[in-house]
C-alpha cells in the first residue's frame, strides 16, 4: 500500500483554490484602505514606546489614593448609567403607550385606525428611530459641546438613545402579547389605562422588566465607554491616563472595567431570574 | 349569601406582592435616588434661558449639512475605510479566534481550557473603544488601530462563540474515523469541522454586522473611519460638515440593517 491510497486528495481543492485566489483578490483593496500595515507595530521608535508602556501594564498601580479615585469613578459610571435609564423611561414609557396600536380604541371593530392618531403615531415613531439610530457616542459628543465636560453628557446622551430603543421595544413586546384580554376590556367600555393594566401588562410584564434590566447592563458598558469623549466616569480617567502613558494606572482601570461589566452581567442575571 | 350584582366602579385590589420584590423595589429605587444625589448634574445651567439659546443656535449650525463636492467625496472614502476596518477586523478575529477555539473546547486539555476560556472573557469584556484607546498608544492613530481594536473584542466574542459550537457537535462521526485509524485531525478536519463551519460562518457574519456599527463610531478617539471626521469637524465647530458625515453614519447603519434584513429573509425561505 502506498501512502497516496491513506492520504485521499482533497476532492474539492480546485474549488478551493479558486475560492481562496478570490479572496485574497477581495481583501487587498479593503486591506489598502484600511491602512493595514502591521509590521508599523514592530519599528524601532514605536517599539520603544510601547515597551516603556507595557512594562508598566504589568504592575498594576495600587496606590491608595488612585485606587479610592478608580471606585469613585467606577460608581460615577453606574450612577450615569442608572440615572439615563431613569430619564430614559420617563419619555420611553408615555411614548410607548401612544405608539402601541394595541390601545387603540378606534381600531376596535372596524380594524380602522383614525386618520389623525395614526399621523400622531408615525411621526412618533420616525422621532424615536433618529433618537436610536443615531450612535449614544455621538450623541455625548454633541453634548459635551453643549453641556461641557462631565456627567450630563453622558446622562443626557444615554436617555436619549435609550428612550428611542425602549420605546420601541416595549411596543412591540405589548403589541406581541395575547391581544384578547385587552380588546375584551377595551370593548366593554373599560378605559385604557385599566385595559393596559389588566389586559396586556400581567402577560407583558415579566418580558419588559427582564428587557429593561438587559438595557441597564447596556447603559453600564456605553457610559464606561462614553468617557472618552469626555463624559464623566471611568472612560475618561482611562482616556487621561492612556494619554499620559501611564501604563499602571490603564492596567488598573481596565480591571476594574472588567470586574464591573462581569458585576453588572451578574446583577442583571440575579434580577432577571428573580423577576422572569 | 348575597351575591353583588351591581356593576364594580373601582379597579380590583392588586394581587399581594411577596416582601422580596418590595425589597428588590426599595433597593432599585435606593439606586436611582443615589445616583441622581451623587451626580454633578448642572440642570440650573441646561435649563436657563441663555443655555437654551446657545443650544439651539449650536443645533441650527448643523442645519444645512456640508454637501461640496470635495467633502462628499472625502466623506466616501471615511465611509469605505469604515467598511474596510471593519471587514479586516472580523477577518483576524476569526483567523485568531479558531485555534483559540480549539483549546477553549477542551481538545488540548482541560487546563487549557479553563485558561483560554478567561483569557477570551477579558478579551470580551473590554469594548472595542477602550482596546482602540489602548492600541493608539502601539498603533499611533489611524485606522489600524481600530482594526486591531475590532479584531480584539471580537476575536474573544467569536472565541468563546467557535469553542461552544464545536463543542455541541455530535462526537459520533470524529469517534468513529479515529476508531478505523483516521489520524486526529483529519478526524477533526473530515467529521467535526464541516458540522460547526456553518454556525461559525453565520457567527462571523453577524459580528461584522456589529463591527461595522462599531467602526463607525471607533474613529472619536483617533482610530480612522467616520468617527475620526466627526471628531475632527466637530472640535473645529465645522458644524455643517459634521452633519454631512452624521448622515453618512446613519446611512451606513441603516444600510447595513437593510442588508441584514434582506439576507436573513432569503435564508429563511
Known sequence: MTSNAILHPDPAWRARLTGAAVFVLLLYPLLVAAEFRPWLLFDAQSLRAAGGFL???????????????VLRETWQTVAIATAGLTLALIVAIPATFVISERLSISRLGTGHIRPLAGIVRQVL????????????????????????????????????????MLAKVYAEILE????????????????????????????????????????WECAIRGSAVMGFVGAGGLGQRLDESTKM??????????????????????????????IG | ????????????????RQAGTWLILGGLLALIVASFASLPLQWSAFFTREAIDSASE?????????????????????????????????????????????????????????????VLNVLRSIPELVWAAVLLVLAGLGPLAGTLALAAHTAGVLGRLFADALENIEPHAEQSLRTNGARPLAAFLYATLPQALPQMLSYTLYRWENNIRAAAVLGVVGAGGLGQMLKYHLSLFQMPSAATVVIAMLVLVALVDAASYALRRALMR
Open chain 2, 1 to 16: 349569601m348575597k351575591t353583588d350584582t351591581t356593576p364594580r366602579t373601582t379597579i380590583p385590589a392588586p394581587p399581594p
Open chain 1, 125 to 164: 415613531r420616525w422621532i424615536l428611530m433618529v433618537l436610536r439610530s443615531v450612535p449614544e457616542l455621538v450623541w455625548a459628543l454633541l453634548f459635551v459641546r453643549i453641556v461641557g465636560l462631565g456627567p450630563t453628557a453622558g446622562v443626557l446622551a444615554i436617555a436619549l438613545s435609550y428612550s428611542g
Open chain 2, 58 to 118: 449650536f443645533l441650527a449650525g448643523f442645519a444645512p449639512p456640508d454637501t461640496a463636492p470635495a467633502f462628499l467625496a472625502k466623506t466616501l472614502v471615511a465611509f469605505w475605510e469604515t467598511l474596510a476596518m471593519s471587514a479586516i477586523g472580523t477577518i483576524l478575529a476569526a483567523l485568531v479566534a479558531m485555534p483559540l477555539a480549539l483549546a477553549g473546547a477542551g481538545r488540548l486539555g482541560r487546563a487549557a481550557r479553563a485558561v483560554t476560556r478567561l
Open chain 1, 245 to 274: 502613558m501611564a501604563g499602571g494606572e490603564v492596567a488598573t482601570m481596565l480591571i476594574m472595567f472588567v470586574l464591573l461589566v462581569a458585576g453588572a452581567d451578574l446583577v442583571s442575571k440575579l434580577l432577571r431570574r428573580r
Open chain 1, 55 to 69: 512594562r508598566d501594564f504589568l504592575t498594576p498601580e495600587t496606590d491608595p489614593a488612585f485606587l479610592a479615585m
Open chain 1, 176 to 215: 406581541s402579547s395575547d391581544a384578547h384580554a385587552t380588546d375584551v376590556l377595551l370593548a366593554n367600555g373599560s378605559g385604557r389605562l385599566p385595559a393596559l393594566l389588566y389586559g396586556a401588562l400581567p402577560d407583558a410584564s415579566a418580558e419588559l422588566v427582564s428587557y429593561t434590566v438587559y438595557r
